[in-house]
């Protein structure tokens, strides 16, 4: 299997984007992703939402959002479709995050992983990521 390209998205991919999204996506616990969502993300960021491509047949395989907004440094959204996992897509995918974050001066990278995500938490930890025992994520709805 060819190693896939990776870009950044484009308003084009938004649909192919929200459709892999409900495959491979862990989606308890947190508001809907809409096609307006990601056109706001990418008019305030275009270099937020990351692609993996698979060459050979186009097919969108993985995402990441490597969000920056000038001073921190956010990763949401690692996917990787359910036939490609385990063969070092979402690393891959991360070290591209993790490379812009360094480009734009970022120095430390947070993630945000449901507790529940056991799939995740191994991933996270084999990229060097841990939970931050000092730290909650408060939210409200807006």
């Known amino acids: 299997m060819p190693a896939p390209e990776l870009r950044p998205a484009t308003a084009a991919d938004l649909p192919a984007v929200l459709a892999f999204w409900r495959l491979a996506a862990e989606d308890a616990h947190r508001p809907a992703d809409s096609a307006a969502a990601l056109e706001a993300l990418l008019a305030r960021d275009p270099e937020a939402l990351l692609l993996a491509v698979d060459p050979a047949t186009a ?3 993985g995402t990441v959002i490597a969000g920056w907004d000038g001073w921190r440094c956010h990763l949401y959204r690692l996917a990787v479709h359910p036939d490609r996992r385990r063969a070092g ?5 991360v070290d591209a995050a993790e490379a812009r974050f360094r480009a734009v001066g970022g120095a430390r990278a947070d993630a945000m992983v449901l507790d529940g995500n056991d799939l995740a938490h191994h991933a996270w930890r084999a990229g060097g990521y841990a939970p ?4 909650s994520r408060w939210v409200k709805a807006l």
């Open 59 to 61: 097919e969108l395989v």
């Open 89 to 93: 897509l979402g690393r891959l995918l």
């Open 132 to 135: 931050q025992a000092e730290w």
